[in-house]
T-cell receptor, first 112, second 113 residues
C-alpha cells in the first residue's frame, strides 16, 4: 500500500541557515508531491508542490527536488527566518484518486 | 476570498456522547474533505465528497461516524457515540478538484474524556 516516510521528526537550525526535510514513498505510480506548512492552531497550508515530470521547483527561499528513481523528494528552505518555525508535512498522490497520503511531519525550529 | 470555515473550534465531551462539526468550504469548490489529525501525526482522510456525492469513505468508522454534504456546499461530520481515541483535530478542506490545491480550515479540536 501507499506509505510516506518523513525525516527528521524535529529539525533545529540557526536563523539564516538552510533546512532540508526528506520524504520517501513506496508507490512508483505516485505523481504529485505537495508540501504543507502547519502553524500552531491552524490548518495546513500548501507552500510548494511538484509533479512527477519535473525534477526541481523553486519559489523564492523554498525549493523542492524529486528523484523518481530513488522514490524520494526533499524540501529545501534557505536563509531561514523565525516565521519559518512550524510543522512541515510532505504528501504524495496518485492520478487515480487525487487523494493525499501524508508523512508524519517535521517540527522545524529556527533558533535566533 | 473567504477561506474554509469550521465550527466549533473546540469541543470537550464525555465518552459515549455525541458531537457534530460543521464546515463551509470555499465558494465554488466541488471537492470537500474531512481529515482526522491525531497529535504528532499527519492528517488522515476520513471522507471525500465531490459535490454532494461521496467519492471515498473507506477510512470512516461507519459504526460511529457519519457525514453529509448539504446541497453540495456545507458539510457536517458527526460522531455518535464518541470514544476516547476520537480525541483529535478534525480538519475540513476544499479544492476545485483533481490536483488543485486543498485549502484547509482551522480545524475543530475535540477532547473526549
Amino acid at each position: 500500500g501507499e506509505n510516506v516516510e518523513q525525516h527528521p521528526s524535529t529539525l533545529s537550525v540557526q536563523e539564516g541557515d538552510s533546512a532540508v526535510i526528506k520524504c520517501t514513498y513506496s508507490d512508483s505510480a505516485s505523481n504529485y508531491f505537495p508540501w504543507y506548512k502547519q502553524e500552531l492552531g491552524k490548518g495546513p497550508q500548501l507552500i510548494i508542490d511538484i509533479r512527477s515530470n519535473v525534477g526541481e521547483k523553486k519559489d523564492q527561499r523554498i525549493a523542492v527536488t524529486l528523484n523518481k528513481t530513488a522514490k524520494h523528494f526533499s524540501l529545501h528552505i534557505t536563509e531561514t527566518q523565525p516565521e519559518d518555525s512550524a510543522v512541515y508535512f510532505c504528501a504524495e498522490a496518485l492520478n487515480s484518486n487525487y487523494q493525499l497520503i501524508w508523512g508524519a511531519g517535521t517540527k522545524l525550529i529556527i533558533k535566533p | 476570498e473567504a477561506g474554509v470555515a469550521q465550527s466549533p473550534r473546540y469541543k470537550i465531551i464525555e465518552k459515549r456522547q455525541s458531537v457534530a462539526f460543521w464546515c463551509n468550504p470555499i465558494s465554488g469548490h466541488a471537492t470537500l474533505y474531512w481529515y482526522q489529525q491525531i497529535l504528532g501525526q499527519g492528517p488522515k482522510l476520513l471522507i471525500q465528497f465531490q459535490n454532494n456525492g461521496v467519492v471515498d469513505d473507506s477510512q470512516l468508522p461507519k459504526d460511529r461516524f457519519s457525514a453529509e454534504r448539504l446541497k453540495g456546499v456545507d458539510s457536517t461530520l458527526k460522531i455518535q457515540p464518541a470514544k476516547l481515541e476520537d480525541s483529535a483535530v478534525y480538519l475540513c478542506a476544499s479544492s476545485a478538484g483533481g490536483f488543485e490545491t486543498q485549502y484547509f480550515g482551522p480545524g475543530t479540536r475535540l477532547l473526549v474524556l
